[in-house]
């Protein structure tokens, strides 16, 4: 046997989508999503009760709302270009590994694609979720999920996982090359919004101190490395940099907010914000997504437009995300090649 020549297989994992989007299926998604101990960090007892008996409930409908403005005739867009990372992925990288994508939740599901890859009898696997800043309701979740399934398999091949990867070059660059077809001079301002987390869950990342103790706006050191308002404040400050952006014009933010517990400065409050201060036209990034989904055109594109323009703007403008820009499968290739 050749052993220079090791069999590989790569992993790529997104969050995940509904199978569809009727309530049923939005049901489902929403009760193993939010039911992760890693998502919504209570006590199980707490945690269920919240889950199951009031957020789902009631959420569900709603939901399916949404999830119907999003759905396209290839499905949900998420699902849709993951597909098409994994596809142009595996043509850049040739017959040298193979390529499979999972989701973290429904489907395709982890243990489904961990079995196909079990039955392939792989030297090595390299674990890529697809979330650029570390934060354990992602990168964590798919990691743990990963080791649980495995961890059971008779023969376990060598194991690689990627952490994170927002200081990658070609991230930045990718970003930053659609950023570029917008004349961003006409625009008022610019937000970079991340999806938030619970304050608690950055805080749970330091041994010494809370979150607040550390410069995570304005620095990466070796205690926030793997904070994510840490990280996404330096994602903001790398593609700021490349697209010359002032420090005066642009504002990192936080969406999708529970309650006021959670990172901040919000966006919504962000965007009220701007429009008082007479801003008629926003440029909205959302480096956190490499695909887009529900939170970027949905509640960007379609619910910060609403907000802005019932407080006296015009115009929020979403930067798509990665989804299958050539520059994000150079990304992937590169990181993939670094670890073969």
């Given at each position: 046997m050749n052993t220079t020549n090791k069999k590989t297989g790569v992993l790529l994992i997104n969050l995940g989508t509904p199978d569809s989007p009727k309530v049923s299926d939005v049901r489902s998604y929403l009760t193993q999503f939010l039911n992760d101990p890693r998502v919504i960090d209570l006590p199980t007892i707490k945690r269920t009760l919240l889950v199951n008996g009031i957020i789902v409930p009631f959420r569900a409908k709603g939901s399916s709302k949404e999830y119907q403005k999003l759905w396209t005739e290839n499905g949900s867009p998420l699902l849709y270009y993951s597909v098409q990372t994994k596809e142009k992925l595996q043509e850049a990288l040739g017959d040298e590994v193979t390529v499979e994508l999972a989701m973290r939740y429904k489907n395709p599901s982890i243990p489904d694609v961990l079995e196909k890859m079990r039955k392939e009898n792989y030297d090595k696997i390299i674990v890529l979720p697809l979330f650029p800043q570390y934060a354990s309701a992602t990168n964590g979740s798919a990691i743990e999920e990963v080791f649980r399934v495995i961890s059971k398999w008779w023969v376990i091949p060598e194991l690689d996982f990627v952490g994170q990867f927002w200081d990658?070059?070609?991230?930045?660059?990718?970003?930053?090359?659609?950023?570029?077809?917008?004349?961003?001079?006409?625009?008022?301002?610019?937000?970079?919004?991340?999806?938030?987390?619970?304050?608690?869950?950055?805080?749970?990342?330091?041994?010494?101190?809370?979150?607040?103790?550390?410069?995570?706006?304005?620095?990466?050191?070796?205690?926030?490395?793997?904070?994510?308002k840490a990280t996404s404040y330096a994602t903001?400050?790398?593609?700021?940099?490349?697209?010359?952006?002032?420090?005066?014009?642009?504002?990192?933010?936080?969406?999708?907010?529970?309650?006021?517990?959670?990172?901040?400065?919000?966006?919504?409050?962000?965007?009220?914000?701007?429009?008082?201060?007479?801003?008629?036209?926003?440029?909205?990034?959302s480096p956190a997504f490499t695909a887009d989904c529900l939170e970027t055109i949905v509640e960007i594109g379609e619910g910060y437009q609403e907000l802005f323009e019932e407080h006296g703007g015009e115009k929020v403008q979403l930067v798509p995300s990665l989804n299958d820009h050539p520059k994000w499968i150079e990304c992937l290739k590169d990181i993939v090649k670094k670890r073969i």
């Open positions: 990658h070059p070609l991230y930045i660059e990718a970003f930053a090359e659609i950023g570029n077809k917008f004349n961003i001079e006409e625009y008022d301002h610019v937000i970079f919004s991340y999806h938030g987390l619970p304050t608690r869950q950055v805080d749970k990342v330091y041994d010494n101190g809370l979150c607040e103790d550390h410069d995570c706006e304005l620095e990466i050191t070796e205690e926030n490395k793997f904070c994510y903001t400050r790398a593609i700021a940099e490349n697209l010359n952006i002032p420090e005066d014009k642009y504002t990192v933010a936080f969406q999708s907010r529970l309650d006021k517990e959670w990172l901040e400065p919000f966006a919504d409050k962000t965007v009220i914000e701007q429009a008082k201060k007479g801003a008629k036209k926003l440029l909205f990034f």
